[in-house]
């Protein structure tokens, strides 16, 4: 029996073919792995000395994947089979000299993952992916393949970043996005009539045009967004809507620019006569939770630059938010002046003498951040973001609002190994956005520079007037005519 490819497969191989490096983003039950499966037994039988390793989530799962492609050997007529010279659990050793391997991940696996083409089926699902990955590559990197492919599992993992860097052409992975609508079992294609047929002809029968309907009304909206349109979206029940997030990243920008060592994004320069905030979230400096701020236009509500970073110190922060803010038309800059909050507050405001730090009703510096306000700050910050008044651009800033959840103790927090320090400092700029500017007046200044009441006071050039020094005489020589 043929194997007749689907066109979205036959893509995948093509891929698989012409790139040393690919990165597959894929929905439920798109037979990608099987198709990974049988590209590999077809390398082991016809080229000589290969070396073909699997990685999958658990021993189960590498069984299952060892396990079709040996039924996939075993019904092969018998002039294509080569003899079979070591078979077990997780080895299949051919004549040709080419062997596949399948194998569990865990903490060590990429030391022994040595091979000519790497299979990473599921990687957004295994543990530890990052520290297999830094181990496998070396051994790839003077020749070797790799082809990982996954569902999406939320944000801010391995899968996640190398999948959007590849987007971004920051890395050496060929990204193939395969969707539900390419799937001639799940929508209807044209050429296809037979295998509709035989659908409607099974126990129970199963109607094409209703696939989409059905399926959707058997799981939440959530579940069908991951697991059918591969959206990224958060693990647990993320702080912010779920669209609204997704609105989100659909909307973000590469930066115009990077500064400070790529720790600091920038998407606009200041522009004359506009009025910037900063939210600061402070950190120590070692390699632990991040320090960030962000700088938003007060009038657009549009996030200009984000700075981020686990290895600045609190001395050299507060160098960066003096210049920084000083850039930005000097920025009102909101922070923290909860525990080390104090320190960055002393080298900006006594040592460096920043002029422009918030100052809260009783004349003290900062914000106290207390279990009851940091739950009203949140809430602004949701507001902003749910009524558009915050635009944020950055890919960075969106990864962590997927990872902010509400518990099940009801707290506002980050998922377990994940931060919140973006969040924090933005939610600083939402409490600039809704509780200090609104109550001083900010008047609307548009793109040139212009207020309305400039605009209407703008002198009116008339015809026949000449200056002269700066007195205006009028022209009347067609009197004299």
Same mark, same amino acid.
């Given at each position: 029996?043929?194997?007749?490819?689907?066109?979205?497969?036959?893509?995948?191989?093509?891929?698989?073919?012409?790139?040393?490096?690919?990165?597959?983003?894929?929905?439920?039950?798109?037979?990608?792995?099987?198709?990974?499966?049988?590209?590999?037994?077809?390398? *082991?039988? !016809?080229? %000589? +000395?290969?070396?073909?390793?699997?990685?999958? &989530?658990?021993?189960?799962? #590498? /069984?299952?994947?060892?396990?079709?492609?040996?039924?996939?050997?075993?019904?092969?007529?018998?002039?294509?089979?080569?003899?079979?010279?070591?078979?077990?659990?997780?080895?299949?050793?051919?004549?040709?000299?080419?062997?596949?391997?399948?194998?569990?991940?865990?903490?060590?696996?990429?030391?022994?993952?040595?091979?000519?083409?790497?299979?990473?089926?599921? *990687?957004? !699902?295994? %543990? +530890?992916?990052?520290?297999?990955?830094?181990? &496998?590559?070396?051994?790839? #990197? /003077?020749?070797?393949?790799?082809?990982?492919?996954?569902?999406?599992?939320?944000?801010?993992?391995?899968?996640?970043?190398?999948?959007?860097?590849?987007?971004?052409?920051?890395?050496?992975?060929?990204?193939?996005?395969?969707?539900?609508?390419?799937?001639?079992?799940?929508?209807?294609?044209?050429?296809?009539?037979?295998?509709?047929?035989?659908?409607?002809?099974?126990?129970?029968?199963?109607?094409?045009?209703?696939?989409?309907?059905?399926?959707?009304?058997?799981? #939440?909206?959530?579940?069908?967004?991951?697991?059918?349109?591969?959206?990224?979206?958060?693990?647990?029940?993320?702080?912010?809507?779920?669209?609204?997030?997704?609105?989100?990243?659909?909307?973000?920008?590469?930066?115009?620019?990077?500064?400070?060592?790529?720790?600091?994004?920038?998407?606009?320069?200041?522009?004359?006569?506009?009025?910037?905030?900063?939210?600061?979230?402070?950190?120590?400096?070692?390699?632990?939770?991040?320090?960030?701020?962000?700088?938003?236009?007060?009038?657009?509500?549009?996030?200009?630059?984000?700075?981020?970073?686990?290895?600045?110190?609190?001395?050299?922060?507060?160098?960066?938010?003096?210049?920084?803010?000083?850039?930005?038309?000097?920025?009102?800059?909101?922070?923290?002046?909860?525990?080390?909050?104090?320190?960055?507050?002393?080298?900006?405001?006594?040592?460096?003498?920043?002029?422009?730090?918030?100052?809260?009703?009783?004349?003290?510096?900062?914000?106290?951040?207390?279990?009851?306000?940091?739950?009203?700050?949140?809430?602004?910050?949701?507001?902003?973001?749910?009524?558009?008044?915050?635009?944020?651009?950055?890919?960075?800033?969106?990864?962590?609002?997927?990872?902010?959840?509400?518990?099940?103790?009801?707290?506002?927090?980050?998922?377990?190994?994940?931060?919140?320090?973006?969040?924090?400092?933005?939610?600083?700029?939402?409490?600039?956005?809704?509780?200090?500017?609104?109550?001083?007046?900010?008047?609307?200044?548009?793109?040139?520079?212009?207020?309305?009441?400039?605009?209407?006071?703008?002198?009116?050039?008339?015809?026949?007037?000449?200056?002269?020094?700066?007195?205006?005489?009028?022209?009347?020589?067609?009197?004299?005519?």
């Amino acid at each position: 029996m043929p194997f007749k490819l689907y066109p979205f497969q036959k893509m995948i191989v093509d891929c698989l073919e012409n790139n040393r490096f690919n990165i597959l983003r894929k929905f439920r039950q798109a037979g990608c792995t099987t198709i990974s499966a049988s590209y590999a037994l077809w390398m *082991a039988i !016809f080229q %000589e +000395h290969k070396t073909i390793v699997f990685l999958s &989530v658990g021993d189960t799962e #590498s /069984t299952e994947i060892l396990d079709r492609i040996k039924i996939m050997f075993d019904e092969l007529p018998a002039f294509l089979q080569p003899t079979i010279l070591q078979e077990n659990m997780h080895n299949l050793k051919l004549s040709t000299g080419s062997v596949i391997k399948s194998r569990p991940s865990g903490k060590q696996s990429g030391r022994s993952l040595a091979g000519s083409f790497l299979f990473i089926d599921e *990687a957004a !699902f295994i %543990e +530890h992916i990052e520290s297999i990955w830094a181990a &496998v590559y070396p051994i790839i #990197s /003077t020749g070797g393949r790799a082809f990982v492919l996954s569902t999406v599992n939320g944000v801010g993992n391995w899968y996640y970043d190398t999948w959007y860097r590849s987007i971004e052409g920051a890395n050496s992975f060929n990204p193939i996005q395969i969707n539900w609508q390419d799937h001639p079992e799940y929508t209807r294609i044209e050429g296809y009539d037979h295998l509709y047929e035989a659908m409607e002809q099974r126990e129970p029968p199963i109607n094409i045009d209703k696939w989409e309907e059905t399926t959707r009304s058997n799981m #939440s909206h959530k579940k069908w967004l991951q697991e059918y349109e591969c959206e990224f979206l958060g693990t647990g029940e993320t702080y912010i809507e779920g669209t609204i997030l997704t609105n989100m990243d659909s909307r973000v920008k590469k930066p115009l620019y990077r500064t400070y060592n790529n720790r600091m994004y920038v998407w606009e320069d200041p522009q004359p006569s506009r009025q910037y905030i900063i939210g600061v979230d402070v950190s120590l400096g070692r390699e632990r939770d991040f320090s960030a701020f962000h700088v938003l236009d007060a009038y657009s509500g549009e996030q200009v630059a984000e700075y981020y970073s686990n290895t600045t110190p609190i001395n050299e922060l507060a160098e960066v938010l003096n210049v920084v803010g000083q850039r930005y038309n000097l920025a009102v800059i909101f922070l923290e002046r909860n525990t080390i909050g104090h320190n960055l507050i002393d080298h900006l405001f006594e040592r460096l003498q920043y002029e422009n730090l918030y100052f809260d009703d009783k004349r003290n510096v900062g914000i106290q951040v207390t279990t009851k306000n940091r739950e009203e700050i949140l809430a602004m910050m949701e507001e902003c973001l749910r009524l558009n008044k915050i635009k944020i651009n950055s890919k960075r800033t969106v990864g962590e609002l997927n990872t902010f959840i509400v518990s099940l103790a009801g707290k506002a927090q980050a998922e377990k190994s994940k931060h919140d320090d973006l969040v924090t400092s933005l939610a600083l700029c939402a409490f600039g956005m809704t509780t200090y500017l609104e109550t001083i007046p900010v008047s609307f200044i548009d793109r040139h520079g212009k207020t309305p009441t400039e605009k209407l006071l703008a002198p009116v050039r008339l015809k026949n007037l000449k200056s002269y020094g700066g007195t205006v005489e009028e022209d009347i020589s067609w009197l004299l005519k």
